[in-house]
C-alpha cells in the first residue's frame, strides 16, 4: 500500500461557468448506482429542494431501507413499476407501468428521452441509473459514473442483506 500525501494546496481553480441543472448518470455492472441517485437525493432535501424519485421498475408498495428513510425526511418516492420483468405474470402490463423510464427494453424511444432532458426547466438536475445507459444518454450528460463489479458477495452465494441492499 502506498501511503499519500495530502495536498497542501487547492487541486482545482474555482470554475466561473453559469450555475444550471445537471444530468448525473450512475451506470455500470457494479453496486451502488441508485445509492448514490438516494445520496443526491437527500443531500437535496437537507438542503430544502424539491426533489422527487421515480423508480422505474419498483413496484408502488415497496419498503425498502430507502423508501423508509424518504418517508421519514418527506422525500416522495414513486415506484412506477411491478417489480423484475422476469417476474412478470403480464409483460405487456409491465411494458406501459415501465413506459416512462425502460429505454434498453424498448418501452420508451431513446429520442422521447433526449428531448425531455433537453427540454427540462434550465434549473431541474436529472440523475439517471441503470446498466448499459445509451451512449446518446451519456453525450449529454455533465457527469457519468460508471460502477465496476470487483467483486460481490453474490457470487459466493451469500443473499442480499437487510439494510445494504434493499
Known amino acids: 500500500m502506498n501511503i499519500e500525501t495530502p495536498p497542501t494546496e487547492k487541486p482545482y481553480e474555482k ?4 450555475r444550471r441543472g445537471l444530468i448525473i448518470v450512475n451506470t455500470g455492472n457494479g453496486k451502488g448506482k441508485s445509492t448514490a441517485a438516494f445520496g443526491l437525493a437527500f443531500r ?11 423508480q422505474f421498475m419498483k413496484v408502488p408498495t415497496a419498503r425498502f ?25 403480464d409483460l405487456d402490463h409491465s411494458a ?3 413506459r416512462d423510464g425502460c429505454i434498453l427494453s424498448g418501452w ?12 427540462r426547466p434550465k434549473d431541474v438536475h436529472v440523475c439517471l441509473t441503470g446498466r448499459r445507459c445509451p451512449q446518446e444518454i451519456i453525450d ?16 459466493a452465494g451469500i443473499p442480499a442483506q437487510r439494510g445494504i441492499e434493499d
Not at 437535496?44 to 421515480?54: D, Q
Not at 449529454?140 to 457470487?155: G, P, R, S, W, Y
Open 15 to 18: 470554475p466561473e461557468g453559469e
Open 44 to 54: 437535496a432535501t437537507g438542503r430544502g429542494k424539491a426533489v422527487k424519485v421515480y
Open 65 to 89: 431501507g430507502e423508501h423508509r428513510l424518504a418517508e421519514q425526511v418527506g422525500l416522495p418516492i414513486e415506484g412506477l413499476g411491478d417489480g423484475f420483468s422476469w417476474k412478470s405474470k
Open 96 to 98: 406501459q407501468l415501465a
Open 108 to 119: 420508451l424511444p431513446l429520442q422521447e428521452v433526449l428531448d425531455t432532458l433537453k427540454a
Open 140 to 155: 449529454i450528460a455533465d457527469t457519468v459514473t460508471e460502477m465496476t463489479l470487483i467483486k460481490h458477495a453474490f457470487q
